[in-house]
């Protein structure tokens, strides 16, 4: 049973490009979330969906940043016109359920590192 | 403000030599108390999820133990192979967000 799979592992880009973050949740699983590490911070929360709509996006910048999880194929997140502050590590997490059950369990992806030149 | 305080930072045990990490929270309401172990250029992995206070569970040489303001992760008698970093979250109950609010992790180095 695979995991959460996240590509590309590793992406560099350039001041002013476009990255790209793909994410396929565990199987069965329909609820993703999107976290962000900095360097020597903790993960924060950006955004939370489920296939076709986004649920929560209170940690998401409200520019630049988007996120989809359309009802075929992988979550992406997209970072427009990246800056240097941008770089980080992205985790893509999912559930099966949610509440409070053991359906609730976010299982996370081994993440994209970005870099950003 | 759903809050997560770990403690200690970093901690340094001998092989054998037992001991805690404390995660306390600040939350309006906790669905959930979550711990993850994360090793370097990888992402967390799961362990145990905690309900209720008075809620414990148990994993080879992990115990995880809850109350109504911290969590306690036990490690009995650590190898080597349980260096990585501890994190904890917390999920708080009311409205549609399942978003999990993390710590800053406890970095554990168990040495031979």
């Known amino acids: 049973n695979a995991g959460v799979m996240q590509n590309p592992r590793h992406l560099v880009r350039r001041r002013g490009q476009e990255a790209r973050l793909r994410c396929s949740p565990m199987?069965?699983?329909?609820?993703v979330y999107w976290y962000r590490q900095l360097p020597e911070e903790g993960l924060k929360f950006m955004v939370y969906?489920?296939?076709?709509?986004?649920?929560?996006e209170s940690g998401m910048p409200k520019e630049r940043f988007s996120a989809e999880f359309p009802k075929e194929g992988p979550s992406i997140l997209r970072i427009q016109q990246v800056v240097r502050g941008d770089s980080a590590a992205y985790f893509c997490?999912?559930?099966?359920?949610?509440?409070?059950?053991?359906?609730?369990?976010?299982?996370f992806g081994p993440g994209t590192r970005l870099t950003v030149l | 403000e759903d809050q997560v305080t770990q403690s200690p930072e970093a901690l340094r045990l001998q092989e054998g030599e037992s001991s805690s990490l404390n995660c306390s929270y600040t939350?309006?309401?906790?669905?959930?108390l979550f711990w993850y172990r994360q090793d370097p250029g990888k992402g967390p992995e799961f362990l145990f999820t905690?309900?209720?206070a008075g809620e414990e569970k148990e994993k080879e040489r992990l115990k995880a133990t809850l109350t109504k303001k911290e969590s306690f992760l036990h490690i009995t008698a650590p190898k080597p192979e349980d260096s990585a970093t501890y994190l904890c979250?917390?999920?708080?109950?009311?409205?549609?967000?399942?978003?999990?609010?993390f710590g800053t992790g406890t970095l554990l180095a168990v040495q031979p």
């Open positions: 997490a999912s559930s099966l359920r949610t509440g409070g059950s053991s359906y609730n369990e976010q299982f």
């Open positions: 199987k069965g699983h329909s609820h």
């Open positions: 969906l489920q296939k076709e709509n986004i649920i929560d």
């Open positions: 939350v309006s309401g906790l669905r959930g």
């Open positions: 905690l309900y209720s």
């Open positions: 979250a917390v999920q708080a109950d009311g409205g549609a967000t399942n978003k999990l609010i």
